[in-house]
Structure formats: structure tokens, C-alpha cells
């Protein structure tokens, strides 16, 4: 039906009038006064189930076509088609950040002027089918796939038509990702996801400096990636892992100089002497990742320390962690309690795997104390 009265609208706009037959060419036989809808005109009208309520009766097509005249039955619409909507509407894209379609005045790409079986008068279901018209959906698949973004929720986060925010989102980070992180999620492997805002907003942690000022998308992207947790680069899923660099998206920021030498008298606080803890526990083949001991959002003690791990279906706790102003000490789980200090090496009987380099002497310890203490 709606390709045959499409075909009559061409007709009738000339685009094959010679095809027409002769009775036709003389004009549409109408009663100016008689509805468009009756048994035998666009009886098709407003019978799905979303009907636009400016094409609800026959009376009202004249708002946005041109009246039938006697012997004319063009069907023209009263103004161009990109001002038609905003008659009533006004401008649906008054906002600072336009969708291009909108802002064109595309909107009979997306909805039906009539009526539609989708709500709003849609053209198509109100999610990514919608977008996936005119936006490439393989950007948005990837190894790991936003929940909302796989189940085509893009209009959870986005404005179809204007917004003043980027993006036409309908609210920036954090407030946009809190609006459903504000409780503990599934990820699709049944692994719960803690809820950062519960995070953000106990000010009995020390917050990560990027996550405390609100910047998510620093970290991660919210559509799809080839990372865990839509990171923007690695970090290694399980707690050990054979140590490079590139698997830390933490070197976006940190310098990676802190992980590549077994001694240091500057490179890193985390020292005993000039013994680097971090090469130590990090830089070898079974080497812990950073979240052994770090939160990457925020934790109870200095320096993002957690105070525990989760550990498949055990808990790895990090005891009693205290920084002194010259290093610190910790129980944890792991072994047995240790302390370290920067300038005055402590003596720990661990059973450990042979130390890489050499012990500073004490003039260079001495040196580096008060270098560093004064500053
Ligand atoms: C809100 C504005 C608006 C109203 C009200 C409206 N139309 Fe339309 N109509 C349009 C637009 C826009 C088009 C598409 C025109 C084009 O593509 O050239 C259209 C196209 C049509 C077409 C041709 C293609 C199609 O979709 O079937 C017919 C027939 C039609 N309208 C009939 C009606 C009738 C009958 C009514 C009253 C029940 C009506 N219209 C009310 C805006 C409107
Ligand atoms: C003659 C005035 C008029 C024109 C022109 C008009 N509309 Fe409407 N439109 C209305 C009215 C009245 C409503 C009902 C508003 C309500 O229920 O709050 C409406 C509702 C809508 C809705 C929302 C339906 C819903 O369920 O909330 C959409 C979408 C819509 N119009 C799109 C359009 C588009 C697209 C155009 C241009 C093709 C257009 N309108 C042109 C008067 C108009
Ligand atoms: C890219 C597709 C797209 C374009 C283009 C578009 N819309 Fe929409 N519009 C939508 C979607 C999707 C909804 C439903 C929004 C929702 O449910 O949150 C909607 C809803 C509406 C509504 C209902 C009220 C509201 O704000 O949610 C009106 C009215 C409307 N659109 C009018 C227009 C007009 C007028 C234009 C052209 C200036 C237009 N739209 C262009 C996708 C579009
Ligand atoms: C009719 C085609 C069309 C449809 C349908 C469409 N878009 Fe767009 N969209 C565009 C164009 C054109 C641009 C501007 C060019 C670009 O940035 O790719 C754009 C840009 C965007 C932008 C970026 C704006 C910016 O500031 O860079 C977002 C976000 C967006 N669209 C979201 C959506 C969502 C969500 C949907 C589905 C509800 C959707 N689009 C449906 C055509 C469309
Ligand atoms: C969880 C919220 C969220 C969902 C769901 C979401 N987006 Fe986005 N989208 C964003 C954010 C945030 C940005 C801004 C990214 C930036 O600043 O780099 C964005 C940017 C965009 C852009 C412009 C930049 C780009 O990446 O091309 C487009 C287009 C876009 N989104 C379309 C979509 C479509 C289509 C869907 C559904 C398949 C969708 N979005 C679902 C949050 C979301
Ligand atoms: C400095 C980088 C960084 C910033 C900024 C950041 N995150 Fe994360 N986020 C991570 C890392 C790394 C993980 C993975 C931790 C793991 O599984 O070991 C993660 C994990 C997550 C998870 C999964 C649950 C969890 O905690 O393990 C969610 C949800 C999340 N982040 C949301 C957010 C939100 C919302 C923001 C902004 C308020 C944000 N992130 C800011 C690095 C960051
Ligand atoms: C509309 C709800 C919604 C919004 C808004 C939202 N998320 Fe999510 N997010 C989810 C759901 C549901 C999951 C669990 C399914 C999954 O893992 O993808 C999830 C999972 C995640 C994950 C873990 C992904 C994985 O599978 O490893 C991260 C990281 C994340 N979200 C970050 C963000 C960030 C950053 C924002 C803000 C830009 C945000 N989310 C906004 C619903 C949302
Ligand atoms: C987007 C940039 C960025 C990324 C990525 C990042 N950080 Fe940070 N981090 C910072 C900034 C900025 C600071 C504050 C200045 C500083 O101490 O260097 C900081 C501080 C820290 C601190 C010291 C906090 C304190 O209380 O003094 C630790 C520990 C830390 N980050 C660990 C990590 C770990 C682990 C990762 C990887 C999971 C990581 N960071 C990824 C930006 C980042
Ligand atoms: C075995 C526990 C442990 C592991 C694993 C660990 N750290 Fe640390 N880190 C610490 C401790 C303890 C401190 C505090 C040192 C001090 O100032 O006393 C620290 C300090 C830091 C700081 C502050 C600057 C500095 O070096 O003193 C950053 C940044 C940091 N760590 C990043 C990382 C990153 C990135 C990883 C993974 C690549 C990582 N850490 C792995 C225990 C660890």
C-alpha cells in the first residue's frame, strides 16, 4: 500500500505524467470538502499502533500538506521539509551539541510523519538499530563489549537529537557512568563489578588522582575494545603475570623507570636500601600485578594500598600497612610481617630468591637521605 500511494505521489509530481492515463492528466477527481481518510482514501492512516497526534483525523493533513485544490492532488507539503516539524516542535536541536541529522532537519529519517508501530513514531526500534543506519556498528563490538552498548542501549547515554554536553550525552562522567555504577554489576562472566561510586564517595579512602577528579575516560572507553575492563591499554586480568611494560597501562602516566632496575636509590619510595621492591615483586616471570597491593580507584591506606584482595574464592589480606617517612611495613598474607626503609636497609629473613645487584654502602645511602629528606 505505502508503495503504491508512494508511486501516485511521483505520478502526480510529474515524474512520469506521460505514463498517466488521460483522465488522470486532467486532475484528481476530489471533493476539496470531503476528509483524506475515508473507506476509499488512505483508509491506512492512523491505524498503527503509535499514531502522530497532528495526523490522528483527515482534518488535520492540511497542517502539513498543501490543501487539495480542484483539480490538483500534489500532496505538496506547506513548507520545506526540514521546517515542516519545527512548526510545532520548534528547534529540537537548541541545545550546544547538535546531532548532525537533527540539525538538518532530517527528521522524517527517523520518524514517521504519520504513524509507526515503534514508539515516538520511529522508522526503526528506539536502539542501535536506529544508530546502525548511518554509524559503522563494528566500532562498537569488540573482545570485550559495554553491557548497555551489546544490548543496543546507545540512547541510555546519548541524546538522539541535542544535548549540552559532548557527544549529546545526557550527562558527563562520572555522573553519566554512576548513574547505573552506583551498585555492584555482573560482568558477563558472573564476576561482580564493585560499584565506583561507592568508591568516589567514602572519604575514608585515598582516592586515585584521575578517578577522584572524575576522569573514567582516562583510563577507559565506553563502547568496545581489545582490553579487559575497556581499558584503553592492557593490565594484566589474574595477580601474577610475566612482567613488560606494555601490559600496565599504568606507564600511560607512571614511568615504567621504577620497575626496570633491581637497585635504585631514587626511582621508586616502594625500597629497602637500594633494593627496589617493585623490580622485586613485579619485573619477573612470576611477577605479582600492581593490584597485588594497589587499589586502581582508591583504598584505605596511602599510596592506593589495598587492605585486601579477592583472590578466585579466597581473600589475600594486606595487614596493617604503615608508611613511615622513610618507608614502611605491612603483614600481609603472602609472608610473614616485613618493613622496609630507604636509608637504613631492614634486615628480613625471608626465604627468598637470590637478590640481582648490589648493596649500596652506607655513605651512599647517607648521600640519598639527605638529598631526599630535605627536599
Ligand atoms: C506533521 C506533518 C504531516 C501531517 C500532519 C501529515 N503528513 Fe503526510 N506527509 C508528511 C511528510 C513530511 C511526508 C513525506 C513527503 C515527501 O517525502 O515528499 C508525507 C507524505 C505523505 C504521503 C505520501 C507518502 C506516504 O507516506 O504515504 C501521503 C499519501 C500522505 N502524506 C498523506 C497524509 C494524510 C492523509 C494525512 C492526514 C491523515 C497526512 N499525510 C498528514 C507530513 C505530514
Ligand atoms: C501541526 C503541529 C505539528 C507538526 C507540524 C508536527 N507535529 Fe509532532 N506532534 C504534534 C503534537 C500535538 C504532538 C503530541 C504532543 C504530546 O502528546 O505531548 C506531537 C508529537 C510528536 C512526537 C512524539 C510522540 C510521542 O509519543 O511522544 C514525535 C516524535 C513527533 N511529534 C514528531 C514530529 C515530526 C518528525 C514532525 C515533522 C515531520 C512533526 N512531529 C510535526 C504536533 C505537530
Ligand atoms: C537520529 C534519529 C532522530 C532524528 C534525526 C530525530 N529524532 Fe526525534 N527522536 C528520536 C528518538 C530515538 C526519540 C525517542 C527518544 C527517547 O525515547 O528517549 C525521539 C523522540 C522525539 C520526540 C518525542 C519527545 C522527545 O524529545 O523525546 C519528538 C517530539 C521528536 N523526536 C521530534 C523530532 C524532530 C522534530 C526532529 C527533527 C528536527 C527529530 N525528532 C529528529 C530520534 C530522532
Ligand atoms: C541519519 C543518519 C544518522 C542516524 C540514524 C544516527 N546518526 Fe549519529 N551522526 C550522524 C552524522 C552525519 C553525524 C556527524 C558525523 C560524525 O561525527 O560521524 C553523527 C554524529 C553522532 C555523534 C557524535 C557527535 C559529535 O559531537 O561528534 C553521536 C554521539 C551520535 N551521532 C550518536 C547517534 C546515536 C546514539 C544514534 C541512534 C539513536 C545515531 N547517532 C543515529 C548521522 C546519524
Ligand atoms: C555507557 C554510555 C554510552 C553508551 C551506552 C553509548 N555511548 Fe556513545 N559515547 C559515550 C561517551 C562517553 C562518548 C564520548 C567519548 C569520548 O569522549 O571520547 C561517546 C561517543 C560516541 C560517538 C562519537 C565518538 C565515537 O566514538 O565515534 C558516537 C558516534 C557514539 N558515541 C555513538 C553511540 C552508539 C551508536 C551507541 C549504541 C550502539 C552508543 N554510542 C552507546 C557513551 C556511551
Ligand atoms: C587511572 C585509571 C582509571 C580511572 C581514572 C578509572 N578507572 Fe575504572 N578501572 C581501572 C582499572 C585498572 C580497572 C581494572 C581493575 C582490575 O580488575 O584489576 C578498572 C575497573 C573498573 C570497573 C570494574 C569494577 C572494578 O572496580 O574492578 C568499573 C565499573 C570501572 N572501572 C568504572 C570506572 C568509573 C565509573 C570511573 C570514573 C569515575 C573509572 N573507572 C575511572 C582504571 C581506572
Ligand atoms: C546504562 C547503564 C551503564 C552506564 C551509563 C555505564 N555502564 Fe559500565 N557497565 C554497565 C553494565 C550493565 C556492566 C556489566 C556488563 C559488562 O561487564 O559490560 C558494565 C560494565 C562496565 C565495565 C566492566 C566491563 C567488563 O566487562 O569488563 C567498565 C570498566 C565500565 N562499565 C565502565 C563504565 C564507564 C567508565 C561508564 C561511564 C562512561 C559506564 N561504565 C557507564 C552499565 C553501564
Ligand atoms: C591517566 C593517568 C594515570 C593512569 C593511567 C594511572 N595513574 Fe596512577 N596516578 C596518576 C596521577 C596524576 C597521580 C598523582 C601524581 C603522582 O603521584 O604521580 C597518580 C598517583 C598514583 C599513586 C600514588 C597515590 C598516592 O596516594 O600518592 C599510585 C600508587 C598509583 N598512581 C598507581 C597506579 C596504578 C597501579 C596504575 C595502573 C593500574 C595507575 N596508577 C594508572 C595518574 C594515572
Ligand atoms: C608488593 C606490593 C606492590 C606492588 C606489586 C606494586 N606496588 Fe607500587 N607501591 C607499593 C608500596 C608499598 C608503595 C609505597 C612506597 C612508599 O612510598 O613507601 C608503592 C608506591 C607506588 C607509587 C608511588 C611512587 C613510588 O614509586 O613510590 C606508584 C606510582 C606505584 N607504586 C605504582 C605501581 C604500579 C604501576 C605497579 C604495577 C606495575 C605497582 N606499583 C606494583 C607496593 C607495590
Given at each position: 500500500m505505502l508503495r503504491l500511494l508512494a508511486a501516485t505521489v511521483l505520478f502526480f509530481l510529474?515524474?512520469?505524467?506521460?505514463?498517466?492515463p488521460a483522465a488522470a492528466q486532467a486532475g484528481?477527481?476530489?471533493?476539496?470538502?470531503?476528509?483524506?481518510?475515508s473507506s476509499s482514501c488512505h483508509?491506512?492512516?492512523?491505524?498503527?499502533e503509535f499514531v502522530h497526534a497532528a495526523a490522528?483525523?483527515?482534518?488535520?493533513?492540511?497542517t502539513c500538506h498543501e490543501p487539495p485544490q480542484e483539480g490538483r492532488?500534489?500532496?505538496?507539503?506547506?513548507?520545506a521539509e526540514e521546517e515542516l516539524c519545527a512548526?510545532?516542535?520548534?528547534?529540537?536541536?537548541?541545545?550546544?551539541?547538535?546531532h548532525v541529522p537533527v540539525a538538518e532537519g532530517m527528521c522524517t529519517f527517523c520518524h514517521d510523519p504519520h504513524q509507526s508501530?515503534?514508539?515516538?513514531?520511529?522508522?526503526?526500534?528506539?536502539?542501535s538499530e536506529l544508530c546502525f543506519n548511518c554509524h559503522?556498528?563494528?566500532?562498537?563490538?569488540?573482545?570485550t563489549t559495554h553491557g548497555p552498548v551489546g544490548e543496543g542501549q546507545c540512547l541510555k547515554c546519548h541524546d538522539p537529537h541535542t544535548s549540552?554536553?559532548?557527544?549529546?550525552?545526557?550527562?558527563?562522567?562520572p555522573d553519566l557512568c554512576f548513574g547505573c555504577h552506583n551498585r555492584a554489576l555482573k560482568d558477563p562472566k558472573g564476576r561482580t563489578l564493585p560499584a565506583p561510586k561507592n568508591t568516589f564517595r567514602d572519604d575514608t579512602l585515598n582516592l586515585h588522582p584521575p578517578f577522584e577528579a572524575g576522569m573514567c575516560l582516562g583510563c577507559h572507553l565506553p563502547h568496545a575494545g581489545a582490553n579487559y575492563r575497556l581499558l584503553l591499554e592492557p593490565y594484566p586480568e589474574t595477580l601474577y603475570a610475566s612482567f613488560s611494560?606494555?601490559?600496565?597501562?599504568?606507564f600511560m602516566c607512571h614511568d615504567d623507570e621504577a620497575f626496570?632496575?633491581?637497585?635504585?636509590?631514587?626511582?621508586?619510595?616502594?625500597?629497602n636500601g637500594n633494593l627496589n621492591l617493585h623490580y622485586r615483586h613485579?619485573?619477573?616471570?612470576?611477577g605479582r600485578s600492581c593490584k597485588a597491593c594497589h587499589h586502581h580507584h582508591g583504598a584505605p591506606?596511602?599510596?592506593?594500598?589495598?587492605?585486601k584482595i579477592p583472590f578466585g574464592k579466597r581473600t589475600i589480606n594486606i595487614r596493617k600497612f604503615e608508611r613511615t617517612q622513610t618507608g614502611g611495613s605491612c603483614s600481609p598474607t603472602c609472608h610473614r610481617p616485613v618493613s622496609y626503609d630507604r636509608y637504613e636497609p631492614v634486615f628480613n629473613t625471608l626465604k627468598v630468591t637470590p637478590r640481582e645487584g648490589v648493596d649500596a654502602t652506607p655513605e651512599e645511602l647517607e648521600r640519598a637521605k639527605e638529598e631526599q629528606l630535605d627536599e
Open positions: 510529474g515524474a512520469s505524467v506521460s505514463a498517466l484528481f477527481p476530489i471533493d476539496p470538502e470531503a476528509s483524506c481518510v483508509d491506512d492512516m492512523a491505524k498503527q490522528a483525523d483527515g482534518e488535520q493533513c492540511v492532488h500534489a500532496f505538496e507539503l506547506a513548507v512548526m510545532c516542535h520548534g528547534d529540537m536541536a537548541d541545545k550546544e551539541y547538535k508501530d515503534n514508539p515516538k513514531q520511529l522508522n526503526f526500534p528506539p536502539n559503522d556498528s563494528e566500532e562498537f563490538e569488540g573482545p549540552d554536553h559532548a557527544y549529546q550525552l545526557r550527562a558527563e562522567p611494560p606494555d601490559k600496565y597501562i599504568c626496570a632496575e633491581p637497585r635504585t636509590l631514587e626511582a621508586t619510595g616502594f625500597r613485579v619485573n619477573r616471570q612470576k591506606n596511602e599510596r592506593l594500598i589495598r587492605d
